[in-house]
Nanobody
């Protein structure tokens, strides 16, 4: 069973930064796509950022472009999301995910059902 464990969430003021980490129990170089989603209670889950296996393509949802950066360290089997210039509207539970099917971008990618982390809460106050 593959495990994805997120960390790094917390509470910050607007304009602050956080770096989320997602540690995988498998060699992430074998995963064709990894990424981050976020969800606010009562709203649909939103794809935030994706990165493909060879790090040749990174995609972001429009609202985070220029502020968030996705990256991964294959040697550490860890996915990251650097979040800068945080806004109150970034407040959500953030999940990492992997594998699955579809084009590896925030609009089309569907992660594997069993490759989700438990989530880490990000709260941004104004």
């Amino acid at each position: 069973q593959v495990l994805l464990v997120e960390s790094g969430g917390g509470s910050v003021q607007a304009g602050g930064s956080l770096r989320l980490s997602c540690k995988a129990s498998v060699n992430i170089d074998s995963l064709y796509c990894m990424g981050w989603f976020r969800q606010i209670p009562g709203k649909e889950r939103e794809g935030v950022a994706t990165i493909d296996r060879h790090v040749s393509r990174k995609t972001y949802t429009e609202s985070v472009k220029g502020r968030f950066t996705i990256s991964k360290d294959n040697a550490k089997n860890t996915l990251y999301l650097q979040m800068n210039s945080l806004k109150p509207e970034d407040t959500a539970m953030y999940y990492c995910a992997a594998g699955g099917a579809g084009r590896c971008d925030t609009a089309n990618w569907v992660p594997a059902n069993n490759l989700w982390g438990q989530g880490t809460q990000v709260t941004v106050s104004s």
